[in-house]
């Protein structure tokens, strides 16, 4: 079995974080339920008429796959695995609308066509004309990890020496609006800064899209080895014996992690697992928390990603992200643990390369 | 790491049958399942025919005992009754006995719900409790709380029309590897407003029975359904003594990278699938003794899959039909729905007829199987594209 790595990074979020000249020295603060994205010049990189017509999540995934493959030196990939717990929820909600609004009458195609949930995978390999493998997970808050999954099986396995691997959602007025009312939403703006202390139902929402090569050759520009990814649909276990084995199965001990990314969202009612190890387990090594800056949405748990991955390779952690005062000389060994509403909980174990 | 991929049992339930028996009988008999809708009231009725599936939503909750306070779409449901059957069929007491994952597929997700109470979502607290239920993933989550699958590789997968097809190609991917011991793996879409109209507004649905590789094509019936296979390893097999169906031998998935809707003039992705999967399954082109069309009956698919089908296989393309004239095109569920088929083809050495055909294509001089054929099928090739270009073929055989 062959090692794989992070070879590049891409994200776009609410954050500027397109940019990887920079790592969260000038975060945003908001004080929101619904957090706006800080859009990169997407004309830079696609013309714009193209760019008109594109939804949001196939522009954000466009570019930040062209961002990857920059970085990565790299003109084209062997495959290309997209994560996206919602799909393209605005041309859904346009073409569904329409079929209410006018009794299935005077309908275009358009919307219905980039509804699909594999649009942002099929428009990527259309841009990049490229012919192979390409898949499209749709599994909630563990639709970036089944893709991450797959990637390193394939590559893990030689049977492709480069994947694109993403993770994209897109917000939809009519889906806010009613996730608002079922709670999912936080009900009052909450500062970001503050958002663990909010004690209060629901998460802040967002959107977002993070890309990254990954590839079973170690180059230049490499951030991280992915030693291990896992998904769990439920835990019939402690969150802390879940985390156990998972080291375990990996050789290591748990003094070997030098630092946890948790993707606690301040949500009063779901974020106790984070609080089980933050409290316990990982109590005296770094923590890092990043929802508070990406915002909740399916495939957040790419920023988490990015955040590992960015980690290892700098050696630092931003200040933004620290959840308490520890810190390490070296960060070798990090884990990401994710979950959303109790429910696709997902391990992954990076190491610095 | 396990050398084979045993399919041990299979569920399905379509617009020809509720269960293995029932689809089986009706291939057998040329019982067609393509009718006028009844369940969706949509004013295309007199403009299209579906493959629809006989139960009400109520009669589904019904035979899976479901609450009345339940939050199941109509896609939970058809793929939990599948995916049931399919277990049971594998004559597994005990799922948690080996590492058991469930990979499944949808397009439309619960869109069926979502249609309905778009609005009323905003006033209506009692209907409040489907917008959970609108997400892809969801309905899986559903299915493997159904089967008592916990702590699991559980995950959903959506390529469109290629969708079931890539779960099991998946699925075989993870047994190989040594990641699972067992997974059950397919796919399940119910029929919409938003599936009719959309493929509507892209003027792709027949008027009438549609007819796969013919010449006079007027384009594709939608239709719903549910599959699922239980993949085991080697291991299990051999521990349990498992009666095996068959083995999945090959895949391959491609992209046309041609156009987000429409299929390559020359079926490039089809060819790169089936090429992979050949090479997977380390078998000639000449070793293929049956192929499951893709076959939708749209003008652009069945000419691109005929082109990609001479390209693979030149002058002997082997025995083929599409089974869609029976059953519609049950989109993310059709791969699933054509391995079980391609099963029952394998188990019972018959080629299925291409139902409806009359007229031989002029682009081209291959003609699909028409008629019921029995001979020696050790190997069946199975074909699955879809929109954003993605081709997908998976190879069936009855022989390790």
Known sequence: MKKVYINSVASIAAQKTFDNTTFLEDVTHYTETVLPLIDPNYKEFIPPAAARRMAKGIKMGVVASRLALHEANLENVEAIITGTGMGCVRDSEKFVSAIIDNNEQYLTPTSFIQSTHNTVGGQIALGLNCKGYNFTYVHSSTS??????????????????????????????????????????????????????????GAVFAEGANFFVLANELQKTSYAEVVAVKTYNTTTSTVTQVVEQFIADNNLLINDVDAVVLGCNGDVTYDLPYDELQNQLFANIPQLY???????FNTASSFGFWLGARVLKEQRVPVAVQLNAQTKKEYKNILLYNQYRGKDHSLTLLRKC | MSKGVAITGMGIISAIGNNVSENYTALINEAKGISRISKIDTIHKDAIMVGEID??????????????????????????????????????????KYKTGLISSTSVGGMDMTEKYYYEYLEDTRKQKYIESHHAGDATQKIAEQLGIKQSLVTTISTACSSAANAIMLGARLIKSGELDRVIVGGK???????????????????????????????????EAAAYLVLESDKVVQAENKKVLGYVKGYGNANDAYHQTASSENGDGATLAMQQALKVANLQPSQIDYVNAHGTATANNDLSEGRALLRVFENNVPDFSSTKA?????????????????????????????????????????????????KPVNTVLSNSLGFGGNCSTLIFSKNQ
């Open chain 1, 144 to 201: 970036f990890e089944s893709a991450l999954l797959d990637a390193k099986l394939m590559l893990a396995c030689d049977e492709a020496k480069t994947v694109l691997v993403g993770g994209v959602d897109e917000l939809g007025d009519h889906t806010v609006k009613i996730h608002r009312l079922i709670k999912h939403i936080k009900q009052v703006p909450v500062n970001s800064a503050q958002l663990l202390e909010s004690k209060t139902e």
């Open chain 1, 290 to 296: 990043y929802k508070h800056l990406c915002g909740e």
């Open chain 2, 55 to 96: 139960f009400t939503n109520n009669e589904l909750a019904g035979l899976l005992n479901l609450p009345a306070n339940n939050n199941y779409s109509r896609t939970a449901m058809l793929g939990a009754i599948a995916a049931k059957e399919a277990v049971k069929n594998a004559g597994i007491t005990k799922i948690s």
């Open chain 2, 189 to 223: 879409d119910c029929l919409s407003k938003f599936t009719i109209n959309g493929f509507k507004t892209l003027m792709i649905l027949s008027d009438t029975y549609n007819t796969p590789f013919d010449e006079n094509r007027k384009g594709l019936n939608l239709g």
């Open chain 2, 326 to 374: 029976y059953t519609g095109h049950t989109l993310a569920a059709a791969g699933a729905i054509e391995a079980v088929y391609s099963i029952f083809a394998i188990q019972n050495n018959v080629v299925f007829p291409n139902l409806n055909f009359k007229t031989q294509m002029k682009e081209f001089a291959i003609t699909p199987q028409t008629d019921f054929k029995y």
